[in-house]
């Protein structure tokens, strides 16, 4: 192949994967583009979403909208206590799971990675009976505790606390410390890249959530912003307003787009050092 021919590969990659990327963009540049609009508009004609006048007020009703603040109160304590659950027994699972040895300890790890190759939809129906016999629907404890069950999480920890090296352990526990302490105060920080991804990971998985919200949250003022925003369209698209709507959903999706804008390097150096294991 000519030194020409391999110049071009590249380009040609870049510019299909360009291509790729501004096809994934278009449905969001026009969910944006429809919440700038004013309902009524859209309603005569969805065309008129291209030309101005454009205008923040589906914004500002919600704003002013207090049902929808209660949907966002709700999705972030559930994907707060979620992400905060999973990242401390994920942790303490996977230091176990590395450093300890107990009976059975290879045998309970294959268990665990069993649940990533079970779908929630197998184990829907027993959950539902569990939580309604306990009457715990309508809470954010039946909301959160499903999703504190995260076999990936235990893997990753696993596995990054498996790449530590023993002598460090060692060297802390002859200066005093306990097993205890030497998880907290000297191997836990050298898991901050593995903990941020599975943050970042595990709080999109609460936000976005739809199934589980959808069966255990029947009052109205427990829904997660996804479900409600759901309900808004399936019940309420004629008197809210396509406009409205599509706000609704730009504004679901800002905080996950943050989150990730802030944390993205820990995801990639997350990434590199799995790699390099």
Do not use: C
């Amino acid at each position: 192949m000519s030194s020409a021919a391999v110049r071009r590969v590249p380009r040609a990659a870049v510019i299909g994967v360009t291509m790729a990327a501004g096809l994934m963009v278009l449905p969001m540049l026009w969910v944006l583009i429809l919440s700038l609009k004013d309902s009524s508009a859209l309603m005569a004609d969805t065309t008129t979403a291209f030309s101005p006048p454009w205008t923040l007020v589906n914004y500002a009703n919600i704003v002013g909208d207090g049902q929808v603040a209660v949907w966002l109160l709700n999705s972030t304590i559930v994907s707060l206590l979620m992400t905060g659950g999973v990242l401390f027994l994920s942790s303490l699972a996977g230091y176990g799971f590395a450093r300890l040895e107990f009976p059975g300890r290879n045998i309970l790890f294959i268990v665990v990675l069993f649940g990533l190759a079970i779908p929630e939809q197998a184990v829907i129906i027993g959950r539902h009976q569990l939580f309604a016999a306990a009457e715990m629907h309508n809470t954010y404890t039946a909301l959160v505790m499903p999703g504190l069950s995260a076999p990936f999480g235990v893997f990753l920890m696993t596995q990054y606390f498996r790449a530590i090296p023993r002598e460090i352990d060692e060297a802390a526990m002859l200066d005093g410390a306990s097993r205890f302490r030497v998880f907290w105060r000297v191997l836990l920080p050298l898991t901050v890249p593995a903990q941020a991804t599975l943050g970042i990971f595990t709080f999109f998985h609460a936000w976005n959530d739809y199934w589980w919200p959808l069966i255990s949250a029947t009052n109205r003022d427990m829904l997660t912003l996804t479900v409600g925003i759901a309900a808004s369209q399936q019940n309420f698209a004629q008197a809210e307003g396509l406009g409205f709507l599509m706000a609704q959903a730009v504004f679901a999706g800002l905080p996950v787009l943050i989150i990730y804008v802030i944390f993205q390097k820990y995801i990639v150096r997350a990434v590199a050092g799995a790699a390099g294991q």
